[in-house]
């Protein structure tokens, strides 16, 4: 069983930048697609961002020009940066991974269980 361990939440000010990370342990899968998440309260999860195993990035607008996402293969780990962090920024972070399992070739994915990142108006 994969176990996701994110770190990096915390509250920060408008305008500052904040560095999220995500590392993927006990993988039996090849790791395809890394991403984060956000659910804001009241609203439904959201894609922020994700990244393929060839380093391929996407972003949802809300923070292109924003946002950077990167991954370190040898560690299975991924990272977000969002700079100039606004209040709507607020959400719970969730780091994601998806592949297809060694064995039985089965498609998985897999959460993490969320970090609080509040942004201060």
């Known amino acids: 069983q994969a176990q996701l361990v994110e770190s990096g939440g915390g509250l920060v000010q408008t305008g500052g930048s904040l560095r999220l990370s995500c590392a993927v342990s006990?993988?039996?899968?090849?790791?395809?697609?890394m991403g984060w998440y956000r659910q804001a309260p009241g609203k439904q999860r959201e894609l922020v961002a994700t990244?393929?195993?060839?380093?391929?990035?996407d972003y949802a607008g809300s923070v292109k020009g924003r946002g950077t996402i990167s991954r370190d293969n040898a560690k299975n780990t991924v990272y977000l940066q969002i700079d100039s962090l606004k209040p709507e920024d607020t959400a719970v972070y969730y780091c994601?991974?998806?592949?297809?399992?060694?064995?039985?070739?089965?498609?998985?994915?897999?959460w993490g269980q969320g970090t609080q990142v509040t942004v201060s108006s």
């Open positions: 994601s991974t998806e592949g297809v399992e060694y064995s039985s070739l089965s498609y998985v994915h897999y």
């Open positions: 006990g993988s039996t899968f090849s790791i395809n697609i």
């Open positions: 990244i393929s195993s060839g380093g391929k990035a």
